[in-house]
């Protein structure tokens, strides 16, 4: 793992971070543009990657776009809204080729970077709104989107884990938006709330390849600028809210495999000191192969197709999931439980906590072994409003020690146990 050189800076409304290192033959920038999760404007941001790839001002069509993308030597172009936290997220990527291992080319930077500006600010409207046909398209593509979550068994018991958890919390909000607000947007109200959002969103742009910092901070801060947004700092704060016992709702389908999804509330994020040994629990419990849950409920019990279990960091959500037989799922919840109670009391060995702390880094250092991934890890600071880098961040997992594991154990609670089972179960 070689560590990258940040250097962050912030001019016109915009943060920029630049990171150079000669181990890769592109250019990675990726824009990432921040706003609070809201259920009024949720599914006018989902739909915005589907409109903004359909062209630019110079290139006015998906076809024109693509064809851009070829001329400068297949440029890669991705797009899409995803929540980190109670934070909706635009992520715009474009990766290109880099001019120095190309001969008689001295312009595919400024052209890429150019191209990456025009896709945000200068997109494809006409009369000051997006194009009404191109808009009605787009929102059957994402109404087609959000149906196919139910077919994914998995994603679809997650989503309701999630809204039956932190329901009338900002979280419970659907990153991909909700079919019945679809109706009433056209390309003016779209285009209206894009402008609105160019204006007040945070926006962070990241830049990764073999360049100079200087000459790459006069072209960023050439091109890329916005007015001087006049808006309050605005939070969808979390909640944390406390159930005497816990929720369970259980759901049928005509499924052949029951899912046993369970929601903890760690209460501790990325932002608190317990985050380490939260990383480090999470592994001891069900983030690897070799973890408690994966070797007891699935190994030598039977009682699960698959079990694991992960953390959100920015808003202390603990989950479990598991695919297991409808008749079982009770006991495999019990098992479940079972393991996590042996953890909290400390029933582990050093052994167990070392090796589960370098699969811990060891996953770190792959993640920045690839542009992307070492940008993601970079951009959790953003959202998690910490400074953290990640020698430090591995550093402090390798300082976590049992009784951090135990006490952080002891803080987690219970909250909610979603099952989505055969129509034939019992």
Same mark, same amino acid.
């Given at each position: 793992?070689?560590?990258?050189?940040?250097?962050?800076?912030?001019?016109?409304?915009?943060?920029?971070?630049?990171?150079?290192?000669?181990?890769?033959?592109?250019?990675?920038?990726?824009?990432?543009?921040?706003?609070?999760?809201?259920?009024?404007?949720?599914?006018?941001?989902?739909?915005?990657?589907?409109?903004?790839?359909?062209?630019?001002?110079?290139?006015?069509?998906?076809?024109?776009?693509?064809?851009?993308?070829?001329?400068?030597?297949?440029?890669?172009?991705?797009?899409?809204?995803?929540?980190?936290?109670?934070?909706?997220?635009?992520?715009? #990527? *474009? =990766?290109?080729?880099?001019?120095?291992?190309?001969? $008689?080319?001295?312009?595919?930077? +400024? !052209?890429? /970077?150019?191209?990456?500006?025009?896709?945000?600010?200068?997109?494809?409207?006409?009369?000051?709104?997006?194009?009404?046909?191109?808009?009605?398209?787009?929102?059957? #593509? *994402? =109404?087609?989107?959000?149906?196919?979550?139910?077919? $994914?068994?998995?994603?679809?018991? +997650? !989503?309701? /884990?999630?809204?039956?958890?932190?329901?009338?919390?900002?979280?419970?909000?659907?990153?991909?938006?909700?079919?019945?607000?679809?109706?009433?947007?056209?390309?003016?109200? *779209?285009?209206?709330?894009?402008?609105?959002?160019?204006?007040?969103?945070?926006?962070?742009?990241?830049?990764?390849?073999?360049?100079?910092?200087?000459?790459?901070?006069?072209?960023?801060?050439?091109?890329?600028?916005?007015?001087?947004?006049?808006?309050?700092?605005?939070?969808?704060?979390?909640?944390?809210?406390?159930?005497?016992?816990?929720?369970?709702?259980?759901?049928?389908?005509?499924?052949?495999?029951?899912?046993?999804?369970?929601?903890?509330?760690?209460?501790?994020?990325?932002?608190?000191?317990?985050?380490?040994?939260?990383?480090?629990?999470?592994?001891?419990?069900?983030?690897?192969?070799?973890?408690?849950?994966?070797?007891?409920?699935?190994?030598?019990?039977?009682?699960?197709?698959?079990?694991?279990?992960?953390?959100?960091?920015?808003?202390?959500?603990?989950?479990?999931?598991?695919?297991?037989?409808?008749?079982?799922?009770?006991?495999?919840?019990?098992?479940?439980?079972?393991?996590?109670?042996?953890?909290?009391?400390?029933?582990?060995?050093?052994?167990?906590?070392?090796?589960?702390?370098?699969?811990?880094?060891?996953?770190?250092?792959?993640?920045?072994?690839?542009?992307?991934?070492?940008?993601?890890?970079?951009?959790?600071?953003?959202?998690?409003?910490?400074?953290?880098?990640?020698?430090?961040?591995?550093?402090?997992?390798?300082?976590?020690?049992?009784?951090?594991?135990?006490?952080?154990?002891?803080?987690?609670?219970?909250?909610?146990?979603?099952?989505?089972?055969?129509?034939?179960?019992?």
């Amino acid at each position: 793992m070689a560590l990258l050189k940040t250097e962050s800076f912030v001019q016109n409304d915009i943060r920029f971070h630049l990171l150079p290192t000669d181990r890769y033959k592109t250019i990675t920038v990726v824009a990432k543009l921040k706003s609070p999760l809201s259920r009024e404007t949720a599914t006018m941001r989902a739909l915005i990657p589907f409109v903004l790839k359909q062209g630019t001002a110079s290139f006015p069509s998906e076809q024109k776009l693509r064809k851009r993308l070829d001329e400068l030597y297949g440029a890669k172009f991705e797009i899409d809204c995803n929540k980190k936290g109670t934070n909706h997220i635009l992520h715009v #990527q *474009l =990766e290109f080729a880099n001019e120095k291992f190309i001969p $008689n080319e001295s312009e595919i930077t +400024n !052209e890429g /970077l150019k191209l990456l500006w025009e896709i945000i600010f200068r997109p494809h409207i006409k009369n000051d709104q997006f194009i009404d046909e191109i808009v009605a398209r787009e929102k059957r #593509q *994402l =109404e087609n989107k959000i149906n196919s979550l139910y077919d $994914n068994k998995i994603a679809y018991a +997650n !989503e309701r /884990l999630v809204e039956e958890m932190y329901k009338g919390e900002p979280y419970a909000v659907k990153a991909d938006g909700y079919i019945e607000d679809l109706r009433d947007i056209d390309g003016k109200s *779209l285009y209206d709330y894009y402008k609105r959002a160019l204006t007040e969103d945070d926006i962070d742009i990241y830049v990764l390849g073999d360049f100079s910092p200087n000459e790459m901070k006069e072209k960023l801060t050439a091109l890329f600028s916005r007015k001087q947004a006049k808006r309050e700092a605005e939070v969808a704060k979390m909640a944390r809210k406390k159930r005497n016992e816990a929720n369970k709702i259980v759901e049928r389908d005509n499924i052949s495999q029951a899912k046993l999804h369970i929601g903890y509330r760690t209460n501790c994020t990325y932002k608190d000191d317990g985050y380490f040994a939260l990383q480090v629990f999470n592994g001891l419990y069900g983030g690897f192969p070799i973890s408690r849950l994966f070797m007891n409920v699935r190994e030598k019990h039977s009682l699960a197709y698959y079990v694991a279990s992960r953390i959100e960091s920015h808003v202390g959500l603990l989950v479990v999931y598991s695919g297991v037989e409808t008749a079982k799922y009770e006991r495999a919840y019990q098992i479940i439980e079972e393991q996590f109670t042996d953890l909290k009391n400390g029933h582990f060995t050093e052994d167990e906590l070392t090796h589960v702390k370098k699969l811990i880094t060891s996953s770190i250092k792959e993640t920045l072994d690839h542009p992307t991934g070492t940008i993601e890890l970079l951009y959790q600071q953003i959202v998690g409003e910490r400074e953290l880098p990640p020698e430090t961040l591995i550093e402090n997992i390798n300082r976590v020690k049992k009784e951090d594991v135990i006490a952080i154990a002891e803080q987690i609670e219970l909250d909610t146990i979603y099952v989505l089972a055969s129509e034939e179960g019992e």
